[in-house]
């Protein structure tokens, strides 16, 4: 019996250590408020996608897969919770022109917990930004875990 007893101690520590450790090195979410931040009004488009952890979707693609996404569920695959912008276009230290995106210029990263929008000048380069906080419909326990966790 006490042989039973240590072998069932010793699978149970081995699967904790292994869940933990693949909670722990899962990817971390790129798409995030901090990343937003670290976008500059003028950096190039490789520089971001860098930041973000690779190339955006064009708002044709961004399209698509909500869609796609949204069929799969029978709603809308996501629930926003916040928004973040910064339009660098002032005409008086006290009044923004507010902009309308070129969705034809504007790229799109999406993640677990937001999403951000930059649209591109001629040069391509950042001229816009834009972050959404938000939340999926169709997240698993272990994103809520992580999530909680802060990971």
């Given at each position: 019996?006490?042989?039973?007893?240590?072998?069932?101690?010793?699978?149970?520590?081995?699967?904790?250590?292994?869940?933990?450790?693949?909670?722990?090195?899962?990817?971390?979410?790129?798409?995030?408020?901090?990343?937003?931040?670290?976008?500059?009004?003028?950096?190039?488009?490789?520089?971001?996608?860098?930041?973000?952890?690779?190339?955006?979707m064009t708002d044709?693609?961004?399209?698509?897969?909500?869609?796609?996404?949204?069929?799969?569920?029978?709603?809308?695959?996501?629930?926003?919770?916040?928004?973040?912008?910064?339009?660098?276009?002032?005409?008086?230290?006290?009044?923004?022109?507010?902009?309308?995106?070129?969705?034809?210029?504007?790229?799109?990263?999406?993640?677990?917990?937001?999403?951000i929008v930059i649209?591109?000048?001629?040069?391509?380069?950042?001229?816009?930004?834009?972050?959404?906080?938000?939340?999926?419909?169709?997240?698993?326990?272990?994103?809520?875990?992580?999530?909680?966790?802060?990971?």
């Amino acid at each position: 019996m006490k042989r039973k007893l240590k072998w069932l101690m010793v699978v149970l520590a081995v699967s904790l250590l292994g869940f933990g450790a693949a909670l722990f090195l899962w990817p971390q979410d790129r798409i995030t408020a901090e990343s937003w931040q670290k976008i500059r009004i003028g950096m190039t488009e490789d520089e971001a996608a860098e930041i973000l952890g690779g190339p955006g979707m064009t708002d044709k693609e961004f399209r698509a897969e909500n869609d796609r996404r949204g069929k799969e569920l029978g709603q809308r695959p996501w629930q926003p919770e916040g928004l973040i912008m910064e339009e660098p276009k002032f005409i008086a230290p006290t009044k923004v022109v507010h902009k309308f995106v070129n969705f034809d210029r504007a790229k799109t990263w999406m993640g677990r917990r937001g999403m951000i929008v930059i649209e591109l000048d001629q040069d391509n380069n950042v001229c816009w930004k834009h972050f959404v906080r938000l939340r999926w419909i169709n997240e698993g326990i272990l994103d809520r875990l992580r999530d909680r966790l802060g990971w």
